[in-house]
């Protein structure tokens, strides 16, 4: 992370292991039928997909059952919006800060690194405000913080640009397309000086290729790069994301069907016994469910499951199935370090029987899809998500999921 005086969620940083040029990812998946709206004027493909909105991890119609159960007093929704309404995110005084630069050096960023993340998350917090109780002032509160970045913001500089560009940059996606799907207010000149921020000072930090980091940063910058393009109706982006996770998902999260050693992450060097035990922090023992980084903390498996979550959930609402070729993997995943979160005693082989219980409030995107729409069982992943709901905010990219995706299927578009 990048703050020292940050909360032990927020002051980690994940480990640089090397860095190597990778291989150009090839798109080969386009959207399908679910998507209704139409595409950016003089878009590069006449063939290409329109797209839906709001569809970035949250779609319309999950919203809609959101603000229903809200209003009408039912739980969990009901504390959790308000848990969001009463957090400082979501006070119509919040003041912005945007800078022109964002410094965010490892461990020790300045407060230009945390205010750009905290005022993404005041943005989608103020939008979902908006949806729920209708109070037009909050859809000025997220335009306002919007505006003022869009303004200024020119680039993200040192150690942790890519993460902090990743995370401001999801949460900036989701908060956009919200309120740009219906607030008619927003239009025109401001929107285009948003989208023309997303592209110059968050995309080229979100689509560099850094296979030889730990691998929730690609995770994070997928979910950044395709939450930007659904919003900004880039096609191109959209089809590279899907690839990247199907690319880096099955690197990160082991099956026993890859084989005796996991994949090792494409395009990188970790791709020996040696290597790949170091780059798992030490473990050569792998079974199912077990993640790149679960013998560092659980914490950094978090940030995993939830941007891929993200990813996976972005592409369903935009009519792609990235869920179904990668659920047993996604359910194996949220067992084994959901069964570890709630205190089973690590065995020997296992981190040398110790484990870090760190995981933040990550699973809720995941559960939803693979329990409340595939009918899937996961008891560890379920008690995990009830003990922690309401679900409120890492501060990072994740927030208020509780409120938007708990027993939420929602449609398709």
């Not at 965010?104 to 943005?123: Q, S, V």
Request: net charge neutral; charged share 20%.
């Amino acid at each position: 992370m990048a703050n020292p005086s940050q909360s032990p969620r927020r002051r980690r940083r994940p480990v640089l292991v090397a860095a190597f040029a990778a291989l150009a990812l090839l798109a080969s998946c386009a959207p399908g039928p679910h998507v209704s709206s139409a595409s950016a004027a003089g878009h590069a493909n006449p063939a290409a997909p329109v797209f839906h909105h709001p569809g970035v991890v949250v779609g319309r119609s999950q919203l809609d059952t959101m603000r229903a159960k809200v209003r009408a007093g039912q739980e969990p929704w009901s504390s959790a919006y308000e848990q969001m309404r009463t957090s400082r995110y979501g006070s119509l005084a919040y003041t912005p800060h945007p800078a022109e630069v964002v410094p965010c050096p490892p461990d020790a960023g300045p407060p230009a690194c945390l205010d750009e993340r905290e005022d993404a998350i005041a943005a989608y917090t103020q939008a979902l405000l908006w949806t729920v109780n209708g109070n037009e002032a909050h859809a000025r509160k997220a335009v306002e913080i919007m505006d003022g970045w869009a303004e200024v913001i020119k680039q993200h500089t040192e150690g942790n640009a890519d993460l902090q560009t990743a995370w401001a940059g999801s949460t900036w996606a989701r908060a956009a397309d919200i309120v740009h799907a219906g607030y008619p207010q927003w239009q025109g000149p401001a929107v285009q000086r948003f989208k023309r921020m997303l592209r110059q000072a968050y995309l080229p930090a979100v689509t560099a290729k850094v296979p030889d980091y730990n691998g929730n940063w690609e995770l994070a910058m997928t979910d950044a790069a395709v939450g930007i393009a659904v919003f900004v109706e880039d096609d191109k982006v959209f089809r590279e994301a899907l690839d990247r996770y199907r690319a880096r998902l099955p690197a990160y999260f082991y099956l026993a069907s890859d084989g005796k050693l996991p994949r090792p992450p494409p395009g990188g060097s970790m791709n020996t016994p040696d290597r790949l035990a170091t780059y798992w922090f030490g473990q050569r023992t792998y079974k199912d469910g077990l993640g790149q980084e679960t013998c560092r903390n659980f914490m950094h498996i978090g940030y995993a499951l939830a941007a891929s979550g993200h990813i996976a959930e972005t592409a369903w609402q935009q009519g792609v199935d990235l869920y179904g070729p990668t659920a047993r993997r996604l359910k194996e995943a949220l067992e084994f370090h959901a069964r570890y979160q709630l205190g089973a005693e690590a065995p020997d082989w296992l981190c040398g029987g110790k484990v870090q219980r760190t995981m933040g409030p990550d699973v809720e995107v995941l559960l939803n899809h693979l329990q409340n729409r595939l009918h899937l069982t996961l008891p560890e992943t379920r008690k995990l998500a009830e003990q922690q709901r309401p679900g409120g905010t890492d501060d990072l990219f994740v927030a208020w999921e509780t409120l938007t995706h708990a027993l939420n299927p929602g449609t398709a578009g």
